[in-house]
């Protein structure tokens, strides 16, 4: 099972993007996605490097919540 954060797109290049998520940026391919993607799109993004599935915005917001109510709860290393 893969737990997937979303992502922001901050910038489409020719076959990817460079998106964001809690800061840290990465480049990942748009090869396995049908519809076009634009800065500010929300995505899924499996093994740090394929986008997998456009969201809605206020999709990504509510997961994005979630993911930080359980690191919140998390005990401080």
């Known amino acids: 099972m893969c737990i997937a954060i979303p992502a922001r797109v901050v910038e489409v290049r ?3 993007a460079l998106v964001e998520r809690y800061g840290e940026r990465l480049e ?3 090869l396995l996605l049908e519809e ?3 800065p500010g799109d929300y995505l ?3 093994a ?3 986008a997998v599935e456009k ?3 206020e999709d990504a ?3 994005q919540r979630l993911f ?3 690191i919140e709860t998390l005990p401080s290393a």
Request: hydrophobic share 55%.
């Open 55 to 57: 969201i809605a915005p």
């Open 14 to 16: 020719e076959t990817g």
């Open 68 to 70: 930080d109510t359980i």
């Open 36 to 38: 076009p993607v634009a």
């Open 48 to 50: 740090r490097a394929f």
């Open 44 to 46: 899924i993004v499996q």
């Open 61 to 63: 917001m509510e997961i």
């Open 28 to 30: 990942v391919s748009l």
